[in-house]
């Protein structure tokens, strides 16, 4: 337990440790902003595809 504890305050004290936490912030940022944007896409694309069937005549084509 005195070894992970040891290497936690190293990975605090060292650059790389508030380095590591700022890029999985901004990288959390960002998944987050394209799964709105995709979202908002899809809902789009699924109102465009309606119309699309709605404006089709129905039955087979003989």
Same mark, same amino acid.
Do not use: H, K, N
């Given at each position: 337990m005195n070894a992970i504890r040891q290497l936690a305050k190293r990975f605090?004290?060292?650059?790389? $440790?508030?380095?590591?936490?700022?890029?999985a912030v901004m990288l959390a940022? *960002?998944?987050?902003?394209?799964?709105?944007?995709? +979202? $908002? *896409? $899809?809902?789009?694309?699924? +109102? *465009?595809?309606?119309?699309l069937n709605s404006g089709l005549p129905s039955g087979s084509a003989s």
């Open positions: 605090m004290r060292s650059d790389d $440790g508030p380095t590591t936490v700022e890029y940022l *960002i998944v987050m902003v394209c799964m709105t944007a995709i +979202g $908002g *896409i $899809g809902t789009t694309v699924s +109102g *465009i595809f309606t119309a």
